[in-house]
């Protein structure tokens, strides 16, 4: 099972960014996906989870309006967009995926992860 993300970089405040996740060695499609954030010194983070079908997502309070989750099952890739960029939002941004059908809001709760990319916002 890989999971390999990009998009990540270097980028201003209110500036935007699109992560791509894809993944390989399962059916895309029998899990849902999160995305988590990990800034240096911190715990990970739950930023967003989409169902298997993508038609149920959920997003961390700190994101929501700035940020959407989706997905294309018929390329096995997981996206999050994120728009508005602000400083508290650089960490490393990492993809998992989860055998239920909504995904899991705790990190615990995936059973395959990414390896992250990384993304700075600067002032």
């Known amino acids: 099972v890989q999971l390999q993300a990009s998009g990540g970089g270097l980028v201003q405040a209110g500036g935007s960014l699109r992560l791509s996740c894809a993944t390989s060695?399962?059916?895309?499609?029998?899990?849902?996906m999160g995305w988590f954030r990990q800034a240096p010194g911190k715990e990970r983070e739950f930023v967003a989870r989409?169902?298997?079908?993508?038609?149920?997502?959920d997003y961390a309070d700190s994101v929501k309006g700035r940020f959407t989750i989706s997905r294309d099952n018929s390329k096995n890739t997981v996206y999050l967009q994120m728009n508005s960029l602000k400083p508290e939002d650089t960490a490393v941004y990492y993809c998992?995926?989860?055998?239920?059908?909504?995904?899991?809001?705790?990190?615990?709760?995936?059973?395959?992860w990414g390896q992250g990319t990384l993304v700075t916002v600067s002032s």
């Open positions: 998992a995926e989860d055998r239920s059908v909504y995904g899991s809001l705790s990190y615990g709760g995936y059973d395959y």
């Open positions: 060695g399962l059916t895309f499609g029998n899990y849902a």
């Open positions: 989409i169902s298997r079908s993508g038609g149920s997502t």
